[in-house]
């Protein structure tokens, strides 16, 4: 039985339409003990969107006002919005044993690899530029200038996925689902988390 002394702080990033959101939706359903951290954004609410559901959705006074008094853990500016993660609610989670899915742009995630090293980063993938393309516009959610922004975006993202330590890309959502399951596995199995629970169990 491996417990969580060393709950995984994960970040993922991938473009707008990777269909990230999806993944991590699905994958919550079923995780135990895990946290998704609710950003702050200066940007409209989308249709089906629900205020600290989705987004913390802020006017830009408060959001700066949130960076002067220094409550954000990392923040970005992305397509001419602000994004950015409340701090106190992820150290409060990490310290209570629980995972941390932060979804981030790649500047964000940036930011944290360097105040925090020891996350863990994953970057969602769409099968090719052109369903990204598709996806964005099936949406229905943007208008046609703001697609062009995202997709330009997604482009020079791309080019930083080998900043991150996982792949995944999501064509099929369950195979998406799986596949993060696995990584999240795969890093709780990791000697390095679990050299203390062997040291409790069979030396004391
Ligand atoms: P969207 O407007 O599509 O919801 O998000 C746009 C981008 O902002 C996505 O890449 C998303 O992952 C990123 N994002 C969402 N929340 C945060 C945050 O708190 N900080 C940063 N740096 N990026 C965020």
Request: charged share 30%; with cysteine; net charge negative.
């Given at each position: 039985m491996m417990n969580n002394k060393h709950p995984l702080l994960l970040v993922v990033s991938g473009p707008s339409g990777s269909g990230k959101g999806s993944m991590l939706g699905k994958y919550l359903k079923?995780?135990?003990?895990t946290f998704y951290s609710i950003s702050a954004t200066t940007r409209q609410m989308r249709p089906g969107e629900e205020n600290g559901v989705n987004y913390h959705f802020v006017s830009e006074e408060e959001f700066k006002a949130k960076i002067e008094a220094e409550a954000m853990l990392e923040y970005a500016r992305y397509c001419d919005h602000y994004y950015g993660t409340p701090k106190a609610p992820v150290e409060e989670n990490l310290a209570a044993g629980r995972d941390v899915i932060l979804e981030l742009d790649v500047a964000g995630a940036m930011k944290i690899q360097k105040i925090r090293p020891d996350a863990i980063f994953i970057f969602t993938l769409p099968p090719s530029m052109e369903v990204l393309r598709r996806r964005l516009i099936g949406r229905?959610?943007?208008?046609e200038d703001v697609i062009a922004k995202r997709l330009a975006v997604a482009v020079e993202e791309i080019r930083q996925?080998?900043?991150?330590?996982y792949v995944v890309v999501n064509d099929d959502l369950d195979e998406a689902v799986c596949e993060f399951s696995c990584i999240v596995a795969a890093e709780k199995a990791k000697m390095e988390r679990n050299q203390n629970f062997i040291n409790e169990v069979f030396f004391q």
């Open positions: 079923s995780a135990e003990d229905n959610t943007e208008a996925a080998h900043c991150y330590d």
